[in-house]
Structure formats: structure tokens, C-alpha cells
């Protein structure tokens, strides 16, 4: 009964489906058109990154349609949890040993190819997660048996992370352990008690590492600091801004001309502004919202605990590192390098995104056979 | 459907309902997300265009070259060059010590300035502006054979003003950057003053460009003004010879055609040359255009509007007597004299002594009202719209604050504030039928296609009946004929008008200067059908030379004869009246007929084909006719009669320039010497006096008349080889 349902419903949610094709599709395009112009000059060939990105959205499609076609019970099983965080800590300890690429532990480079372990983490973290509140779900109010076990490993995880100098990834995380710890019934003052020793942290880090006060002034008034502190989000509005309504049409673009860093990667979205405008913006915002309402959607019609969080932690997780990325491009939250899901260059980002969209996919082929 | 079985108290749905608290908690962020998308990308898309633009491009801003400037027969008053500027790029510069001895010396400007420039810590710094085209020959021959780098050309325009001082407070001046600062120049600035075009150069956040657009500077329109170079000039050297006689400070005159308001000549004195920069505070004021930038009083020309008021409201009658009192009158414990004891006077007399007695009675007669609105009414208090800038409103006392002492200044012209230009408009409507008409000094504008974009309608209205004017025009040239104003009495040519002598105020003492005046004249000619008005008003003539008749009216009578000769009007009386007119009488004045002008209008294609005819049929060599082609050898005759042995030209080219001031068809002669400089003398029989003696001032002969009426007999004969400045006679008889 159970392979008849797989073979009749074939890759779950269609509209999740057509949600995800179409944003990692439309990223390749952007990827192009950010990228071109700098590709050309650094690389002499300006498909380079494109090329990449064709390639891993390729390699993540794959991996999502395998993700799909295995049942996702088949991850409720400890040996492949504790093997998905023994490899994730293995990646972000060997990426601290490695020499920094820009100052950052994030990637592993091996030449033609690069790893981010993050993503591993990311990935790993939720899968941990949803096994382990289904598997304490009768004593989830037990602090020693659930709560204390579930902060010390994605603690540990997520401290390895920030090791690496990837505060937006470690918030992202954070943010979703937060939200299945709270939906899975976890009581609400456990958490208060775990964010009290952040309070004093976050002072100290804001307004004692000297460079992070700049930061956050910046931020409040980027103008102020164009030249400096404020240069990035300076530019990504002017970006965003001069794009209007309408845009200045596909790679008629002109700050990704040097004048805005990182113009392929995370602040993609700034070049969709200035180039498709608020149509093409706001209609990116409106798919990831479209992606969320389908993604929990599969949560909420999953036959057991474990694929509900699962399709919660992923959904979240894709989500809110979506809205993030366009809240620090629109200076809505200080400056933090965190890729645009599905559309930013990176090839470890987008397919583990698409593992994690696969496996939600996977989630959602129960919502036929439990209405039946 | 899960909810309602046992299994719904399981944790599961439980957890399921939390999920949604997310789910709205995320759908508010991207809301919040949304709203920063609209408040950058639509309003403050402008804003961050603005930025992105700055940053993105490297504008620079391309001159465009003013339109020209022309008189009413298209020569060029005003026209734009080609010049170049020098620019350093400091970094390019090798020995700038030794440079800047060099460049200083070729530049005349300061070694220190310019070693200051060559040394500037700038990309591009500017070192000299709008340089002459032998500084610039001089400057490029030295970077050429001494291998200067860093020196750097830019085309830029600069105005040039042909005539130097000719017409100069009507065309006005530029500033640095071509604008308009004064004249027309400035009136019609954005007309004339083209569109700027750019360069734009897009670039990377390195420097390195990627895109270019460019965008042409568009010449800017032309003006075709009212002036006539010719009477402009002539004009000038007139006001210039009056102001010198009488030993006054300065002086003003201008000259419209009263039917149509087209301002022919305005000059005032000083002048000054456009062509040169103003290198001191103070000389930007001495280039205001008083004839419409400064009121003065006008003291008795303003007689005009009273007389005329009260004769077309019918309260006064132009054979009416009025009682002069022995001429004083009291007006609120002032007394007010007159220049002689006047008993009763008509009208006419009145104004032909210049009464100021009856004026102020028949002031009083139109009372208070009548008075203001009449003056009103004659386009005072308020600007003119001539097409100048900085037009005087003038004032008019006594509209707020009226008092019986009114009447003893408004009548007689004081207490009222007026610009020349208001009072030539004012006197014309008495030429004019009645009917007041603006003046105006742009006749059209036209674009670089040649297309009139703009022609001027002035705008008219009746001020008093056909009748008064006509009464009016009798009264005044009354005051030409006989009363104050004898000496703007014109040969030839019948003339009306009004003499002016006011106190100056002296706003050191708040009073009227005892002995400083200004002297006026504002009249028109010929009295029955006037084709010019001008006014002259001269500055503080030294002490009794200073009443308008003494002062103004010859200026006046040496502008207008001028003016109507240019003009070719026909003479219209003979004056067998005059005193002169029986003995005979010696010209030995030589008019501006020698004058740079007469040569361009004679070097079009057209007279050189004329000529070149001219050349064949008699045999003149080449260098014969050209040396000879000096202005005074080429006269012009309305006649249509001439002898044969002078060649008669149906010249298109000089009749066409002025045929539209005159009706009669007429002929050119150009008389031809064998020499050097030697003339023929011209066929004067069966002309008037009044064309005879034109034809010889034009060529420059002394001549004496004997009788009146028509020339019956000349010496020497007609074609006989005369020198410049020869004497001839001329007999006249009246042929019935």
C-alpha cells in the first residue's frame, strides 16, 4: 500500500515542487547576470560562475529526487542521525584546522570544488532534532531527559559553526532549534532560561569588540558610514532603490559592477531589485511565502512526529534564511553574510537546500493517504 | 478530521497547532520585508537614482554657443567664437618651475599663480579661460617644439560684439559663463542661450568606463532686434557730439517709429564696450541701460499728457484763452513762476512758452482723478515690457497720497518718476492718432533653421481721440515753429515736440539741485505723418546751456534728420520761411556718411556682381573699381532720374534692404571716379532742395543754395570730376 502511494504521488507537494524549480532556475539567471561582467574580468570567461551553478542546481535536483523517492522514515534511525552529526562536526572541525579563505572557516576547497560544512550542519541539526523531540515526545517537559541533551548537541553544533566566523548560519540554526523546541511542546521558560546567559554575551559583543559597535551604528545609519561600515548596505539600497517598480531589466544592471560586493552571492537580491524592480523582488518574497505555507502545509498533514518536524525544521530553516538575506540586503537587520536560498551562487548551499526540500517533498506524499 | 478521534490528544496535534504560530510570525517578516521594498523602490526611488548616477557617471557638461544677435536688416550685432581654454592635469607636468615662467609670459598672467596651478593636488585644473587665438597659436607652437605635456585644449564660446560700442546698452553683455547679464542679452537669455549637451561616461566601481552617451549642445535661437545698426550708430555719435557741446555728464536718446513701437536707435552716455570684461564693482553700474532702468523727473515735456488729457475730456478747448496771472501762481503757500509775465495765452501759446501757470490750472481743471488716471492711462507707473531688463516702473506722486501741492508738480512734471523710454511712448501717442503702442526692441526671434519662432505684437490701446491727437500735434509743432523748441527744427522735414528742463533731485540734500537740470526734448517728425519720435534727455548741461530747447533740441534735430535721411522719408516741406532759406547756406558739415557701415552693406554677393558688370562695361581695371569702392563714392538716389554718363543700377540688393521703409521705388547710382579718390558729379537737376543737398553731403561736398524750388542750374556740370569736399553751387527756382 505504502510503494503504491509513492508511485501514484511521485515527487509530493506540485506546487512546493514548481515553488523550489522555479526560484533555483530564476537564481541561475540572477547568477549569471550579477556575475557575468566580474566572471569575465576575473576568470576570462563569464559563464564561470553559471557554469558552477548550472552544475551543482543539477547535482542538487538529483539528490532531491533520490531524497524523494526514499521514505523519510528510513532517517528515523540513530545510526544515521548520529553519522549525519559525527560528519557534520568532523567538516567544521577539519574547516577550523584549514587555512581561512577571506578570513572565515567556511569552505573546504578542494581545487574545482568547494564544501561548506555549515550547510552540513544545518541539515544535520534538523534531522537530529525531529528524531530526537519525536523520541522523547511523551517527556518533553523533562529537562534532563529532553531539553539539557537537545542544547548541549546543537549547541555544540552551532559553536562550532560560530568558530568559524558564520554568525548568520549560527543564527539560522539557533532560530530553528528555537521553533521546534517550542512547537514540539518544550516549555516556554526552559528557552527564556537559555537565552538569559546570551543577554549579557550579545552587550559585551556589541558594545565592547570595537569593531561590532561601529557595525551597529553603521547599521542605524549606514549613510553616515558610506565610505566605510555603511558601504555595503549603502550600496544594496541604491541597488534596490534604483531599481523602481519596474527595474532596469534583466543584467541592465550597474551596481553589480564592482560597486556592490558580493553581488552573486548574498546580496543577489539586491541585484534582483535593481534589475526586475519591485515586481521581480516582491514576487520572490510572495514564491518563499508560497514555499512556506506548502512546506508547513506537509507538517501539519505529516502521519507522525518525526516527519512533522522535519518538514517544520526545513521549511523554517529555508525560510528565514530567505527572509534574513533580504532583510540585511534592505538593511532591515545589521549586515550578516548569509547566502539567498535556491538563488545565491554557492554550490553546497543549494544542494542542501534541495536535499532538504526533497526530504519536506518526501513529508508530503502522506497528505493523500492520511485524508484516505 | 484528525482532531476528532481519541488520537487528538496526542502530542502531535498539539504540536501541529504551534506550527501555524510560526507560519504567521515568518508571514509578517516577509510583510515587513515587502513594506521596505516599497518604501525604497518607490519612494525613495528618486533619491537612490539620484545616487546611483552620481556615483555611476562622470558627466561633463558641454557648452552650447548662444544664438546671434541681429539688427532689423540682419547685420550681425552679437555672435559667438570658437575660443580656446587651458586646462593643466598637474600630475603630467615635468619641470613645473620652468614651465611656469613660460606659460606666464605667454598667458600674461602671475609666475606664482601659475606655478600655484601647475602644482595644484587636482586631476584637472583650469589655468586661463576663453584665450586669444594668438595666445593660443603662440602656446601651441611652444608645447609643440618643447614637448609640454599636460597642457590641455577645451573648446569653449566666447561672445564677441563686432561693433564694439555700437548699441551696447541694448544687447548688454555675457558673464564668464556666457550668460546673459545685461540687454537683451539677458531678456532672452534662454532663448539665445542654446542647450547645454554633455558627455556622460559610465563606469565600474574602478574607474573603468563602460558606457558613453553623448549628447550634442543645440546652438541657441537668434534675435532679429528693431535697432538699425546704421541709425544706432549714428545716433550715438550725435548724443556724444550734443553731450560734448553743452559740457554735460551723459546723456540718453532713443528713436521708435510711433505707428509700430520699433525701437530704432537707443543710446545713452557713457558708453562702454561689451566686448570687455568688468573688472571693477562700480563699472556693472555704469552699464545700466538708463534710457528704461532709471526714472527721472521730467519736468515740462510731461506738459504733453495734461494738455492732451484735459483737451479729451473736453474740458478744454484747443482755441481756449487761459489767464497766466502775470506768471505766478500759489498752490498750497508754494509759488509756482513762470519763465516770462504771461498775461492770457491760448492754448497753443501756453505750451509754446512752456507755461507752467496754465499747466497747473489746467491741471486743476481735470482734478485730481482725471489727472492720475490720464497719466495712468499714458503708460506710467508701471514697466514698459520693451524687451529689457530691469525696466523702471517709474512712479506717479500723489496716487496714495494726494495733496493740493500735487497740483502744482503732477501738471508740470514733477512729483512723477519716468523712464525716457515712457515718455517717447507717451509723446507718440500724440504722433500715433491716439493710440498708445509699446515700444519694443525685439522684432523676432528665429531658430537655427531659420523658422520666426517668435515675432513680437506689441500691444496698443487708445489713449485719447483721433481729434486731440490732431489738435495736439498742431500745438506742438507750434512749440518747433515758434515757441521754445526752435532748434529742433528740422531741414527739410516738419517736426512736433516738447521741450523739458528739470531740477535734478539731489538725494544728498533731499531737494532739488539749483543748478544741475536735466534738459530734454521729446518730439516726432514729420508732423503729419510721423515715421520717427525720439526723445533725448542730456544729463546736467553745464549752466545756461541747460534748457531743453538750448541742450536737447539740436541733438534732437541732428538725430531725427539723420534718421529720417537713413530712413530715405521723403521730405515733406520746403521751408521758404526760413531765415536761412534766401541767403546762402553753407554746409560744410561733413555727416556720418563716412562711417565703417557703409561698406558691409555694399560687400554682399550681389553688389559684387553689380559691380563686376559695372566693371566690364567701363572698362575699370580690377584694382581700379576696388580701390575705389569706398563708401563715400556710392550714393543713393529716389529720384530715378540721372544722366547718363552715371551708371544706373535697378539695384535689387540696396533698394530691397530698405524698401520696406519707403514706398517709392527707387535706383541706386554708384558713382564711379578714374583715380584716386576723385568723384562725378551727380545730375541735381529738376530735384528739391531738400534731395540736392542730401546727394551732396553724401559725397561729402560743400555746397551752397541760392533761391528755392527745384535746381535748374549746378556747377559744376553734371558728370564733371570732382574731389571730396569740393565746393558746387546750386541755383534753385519755384517751378510753377
Known sequence: ?372 | MIGKTPQAINPLSAVKKRTIFFCVVLALWAIGVEARLVQYQIFKHEQMANFAERQQQRTIKTTPKRGSIFDRKGRELARSLEVDSVYVAPNEIKDPDILAKSLSQILSLSEDLVLSRLTAKKVLVSLKRKITDEEAKILRSEIESKKITGIHFVTETKRFYPKDEVGAYVLGFVGIEEDGAAGVERQYDRHIQGRSGFVSVETDAHGRPFGRFEKQPEIGQSLVLTIDEQIQFRTEKALHEAVANVGAKGGTAIIMKPKTGEILAMANLPGFNPNLPITKGDELKNRRNRAVEDAYEPGSVFKVITYSAAIDSGLLKPTDQIDCQGGAITIAGHTIKDGGRYGTLTVGEAIEVSSNVAAIKTGRKLGKDLLLESIKNFGFGKPIGAGLPGESPGFVGGTKNWSEASFGALPIGYQVGVTPLQILAAVSVVANNGEWIQPHILKQIVSTTGDVVFQTEPEHRRVISKSTAEAMKTILEGVVVKGTAKKARLDGYSAAGKTGTAHKYDPATGRYAPTRYYASFCGFAPVNNPEIAVIVVIDEPRLGLHHGGQAAAPAFKQIAEMALRTLNIAPDEINSDYPESDKPLIIDEHLPIEDDFGMEEFNSPEIQEILAKYQSTNSLTETDNQLNLSSKNISTDKTGKNSKNVPELKGSALSNRESSDTKESRVAILTFSEGDGSLVMPDLRHQGMRTALQRCRELGLKVTFQGSGEVVEQFPAPGTAISPGAECKVVLQKIQ
Open chain 1, 1 to 372: 500500500m505504502f510503494r503504491l502511494q509513492l508511485a501514484e504521488t511521485g515527487y509530493g507537494d506540485r506546487l512546493l515542487l514548481a515553488t523550489t524549480v522555479g526560484l533555483v532556475l530564476f537564481g541561475v539567471l540572477m547568477v549569471y547576470s550579477a556575475s557575468a561582467v566580474m566572471a569575465q574580468q576575473e576568470y576570462n570567461s563569464q559563464f564561470y560562475f553559471f557554469s558552477k551553478q548550472v552544475f551543482a542546481a543539477m547535482l542538487g535536483f538529483l539528490s532531491m529526487i533520490a531524497v524523494t523517492k526514499i521514505d523519510y522514515k528510513h532517517l528515523k534511525n540513530p545510526a544515521i542521525v548520529y553519522s549525519l552529526i559525527f560528519m557534520a562536526v568532523f567538516f567544521l572541525v577539519l574547516v577550523l584546522l584549514l587555512p581561512p579563505v577571506k578570513g572565515t572557516h567556511r569552505f573546504i576547497r578542494i581545487p574545482g570544488f568547494s564544501f561548506q560544512p555549515s550547510e552540513l550542519a544545518k541539515i544535520s541539526l534538523v534531522v537530529f532534532l525531529a528524531y530526537f523531540l519525536e523520541k522523547r515526545a511523551g517527556e518533553i517537559r523533562d529537562l534532563k531527559r529532553t531539553f539539557i541533551p537537545v542544547v548541549i548537541i546543537s549547541g555544540f553544533l552551532m559553536g562550532m559553526v560560530l568558530l568559524g566566523k558564520d554568525l548568520g548560519t549560527t543564527l539560522i540554526m539557533a532560530l530553528v532549534t528555537g521553533v521546534m523546541l517550542i512547537v514540539s511542546g518544550i516549555p516556554l521558560r526552559y528557552m527564556g532560561v537559555c537565552i538569559l546567559p546570551v543577554i549579557p554575551l550579545l552587550y559585551w559583543q556589541l558594545f565592547h569588540v570595537a569593531y561590532r559597535f561601529e557595525r551597529l551604528k553603521a547599521f542605524l545609519d549606514p549613510w553616515q558610514y558610506a565610505r566605510d561600515e555603511g558601504f555595503q548596505v549603502v550600496q544594496s539600497l541604491i541597488a534596490v532603490g534604483s531599481g523602481g517598480v519596474k527595474g532596469l531589466g534583466l543584467s541592465q544592471g550597474k551596481q553589480k559592477l564592482f560597486y556592490l560586493p558580493e553581488a552573486h552571492t548574498d546580496f543577489i537580491y539586491a541585484v534582483i531589485g535593481e534589475e526586475l524592480g519591485l515586481i521581480g523582488s516582491a514576487i520572490v518574497v510572495l514564491l518563499f511565502l508560497l514555499f512556506l505555507w506548502r512546506g508547513i502545509r506537509s507538517a501539519r498533514h505529516a502521519p507522525d512526529m518525526f516527519g512533522c518536524m522535519l518538514a517544520l525544521g526545513f521549511c523554517v530553516m529555508i525560510v528565514s534564511q530567505a527572509l534574513f538575506n533580504m532583510s540585511v540586503v534592505l538593511s532591515l537587520v545589521p549586515a550578516k553574510g548569509i547566502p539567498l536560498p535556491f538563488i545565491s551562487y554557492g554550490g553546497t548551499s543549494i544542494i542542501f537546500s534541495l536535499i532538504a526540500v526533497g526530504i519536506i517533498l518526501n513529508v508530503s506524499n502522506y497528505i493523500n493517504s492520511e485524508n484516505s
